[in-house]
T-cell receptor
Framework: DTAVSQTPKYLVTQMGNDKSIKCEQN?????MYWYKQDSKKFLKIMFS???????INETVPNRFSPKSPDKAHLNLHINSLELGDSAVYFC???????????FGPGTRLTVL | GENVEQHPSTLSVQEGDSAVIKCTYS??????FPWYKQELGKRPQLIID?????GEKKDQRIAVTLNKTAKHFSLHITETQPEDSAVYFC??????????FGTGTRLQVFP
């Protein structure tokens, strides 16, 4: 069984479009995250939700809007896509403090 | 906020040799230091972690050391194997809520 899953795995789209990435975890974890990994492999946190509430919101453009319908799901919606948004986006989840973060398989977003 | 520096950016070793990757962090309040391994095209996966109340931790061929005074922590891989080839990331956080990752080290193990 997949612990943290993301869809789609690949996303190719034109500049200016709006797209969403979905994430689901079946680990019963309370906290979920979105990370961005750029072409140089830098991994940077974007958002974190705990029990459907936003707890971390890094310096991310307003075009990015996370939504957590329940604690097992955290989706990422991106408006007006730009070339610089091209990256791999990873969802992750963790249980209580001092527990590891489990990453999803990633979504490779390419903006043309 | 926390800042994590990681060195070297690339590391090539012969199979059977040891590899050491070093990280420094800036926020003395950080208390959780995981290491992740990311194989090409795959997700990052935790290989070992250490809390601030411990100075060293070992798991078979992998060990991590932490020097809280100097704000340094290191990953040691002994008897390296070709399957150890990957990008390794260190990270630091307070209570795991917000992992700040280092810039990654690409390890290549040559047979």
């Amino acid at each position: 069984d997949t612990a943290v899953s993301q869809t789609p795995k690949y996303l190719v789209t034109q500049m200016g479009n709006d797209k969403s990435i979905k994430c689901e975890q079946n680990l019963g974890h309370d906290t979920m995250y979105w990370y961005k990994q750029d072409s140089k492999k830098f991994l940077k946190i974007m958002f974190s939700y705990n029990n459907k509430e936003l707890i971390i919101n890094e310096t991310v453009p307003n075009r990015f809007s996370p939504k957590s319908p329940d604690k097992a799901h955290l989706n990422l919606h991106i408006n007006s896509l730009e070339l610089g948004d091209s990256a791999v986006y990873f969802c992750a989840s963790s249980g209580t403090a001092y527990n590891e973060q489990f990453f999803g398989p990633g979504t490779r977003l390419t903006v043309l | 906020g926390e800042n994590v520096e990681q060195h070297p950016s690339t590391l090539s070793v012969q199979e059977g040799d040891s590899a050491v990757i070093k990280c420094t962090y800036s926020d003395s309040a950080s208390n959780y230091f995981p290491w992740y391994k990311q194989e090409l095209g795959k997700r990052p996966q935790l290989i070992i972690d250490i809390r601030s109340n411990v100075g060293e931790k070992k798991d078979q061929r992998i060990a991590v050391t932490l020097n809280k005074t100097a704000k340094h922590f290191s990953l040691h891989i002994t008897e390296t194997q070709p399957e150890d080839s990957a990008v390794y990331f260190c990270a630091a956080s307070l209570n795991t809520d917000k992992l700040i990752f280092g810039t990654g080290t690409r390890l290549q193990v040559f047979p």
